[in-house]
């Protein structure tokens, strides 16, 4: 019987220097890469398209699963990547985007409370985004956004080497995102539509 085991080696106690949970999510559209440059360890370290990755603030709202499922009878091994996140608040530019995560497609980069940061659908991008969008009952309730999004990988998310500027990304941060989405073209390029200031919300 064959082996696709890799050399290992071991793995030591860590120190308790790590806190849980997601600072921010990117949303970065579905194939504008360009050559991506990866290591031995499938870290990215280079794209040279210089995407733009559209920041999400979601702290303390947001979390990343992997699966690793793997069938002995069928042969076969794939990663389920899950985001959970939680928007807060409803209007309607998010009515918008939450629309546009439904009918299109994205890669999606998790920056963890610790500053890691981790490419999810590196080859295919998310499988399906489903929200549920709640004004809750009484005055405590939630109000706001819950959306999955769900991937089926050959990997584990991909972490990057460094920065999201540092490996080509254009971070989009969030005061832009409320009228940013209106003003790119079918290239994903900024295009002046004139658009008005008082449009601008923190999402």
């Not at 990057?160 to 003003?183: H, K, Q, R, T, Y």
Request: with cysteine; net charge negative.
């Amino acid at each position: 019987m064959g082996s696709c085991q890799r050399l290992l080696r071991g793995r030591a106690k860590k120190c308790k220097s790590v806190v849980a949970g997601i600072k921010n999510i990117y949303l970065v559209p579905f194939d504008t890469l360009g050559d991506v440059t990866l290591d031995e360890y499938r870290r990215i370290s280079n794209v040279t398209n210089n995407p733009n990755a559209f920041q999400f603030e979601v702290f303390r709202d947001s979390s990343l699963t992997q699966n690793i499922i793997s069938s002995y009878n069928n042969g076969t091994t794939y990663v389920q990547q899950v985001i959970q996140v939680a928007l807060k608040q409803t209007d309607y530019i998010t009515d918008d985007m939450v629309m546009d995560f439904s009918f299109s497609k994205y890669y999606i980069i998790v920056e963890d409370n610790n500053g890691e940061l981790m490419f999810c659908g590196f080859d295919y991008g998310y499988n399906t985004a489903t929200s549920s969008v709640q004004t809750g009952k009484e005055m405590t309730d939630f109000i706001g956004y819950n959306t999955t999004f769900s991937f089926q990988e050959k990997h584990l998310a991909n972490y990057l080497d460094g920065s999201l500027s540092s490996v080509g990304f254009n971070v989009v941060e969030p005061e832009d995102v409320a009228f940013i989405w209106d003003n790119v073209d079918e290239s994903w390029e900024l295009v002046d539509k004139n658009w008005e200031s008082n449009f601008l919300i923190d999402l």
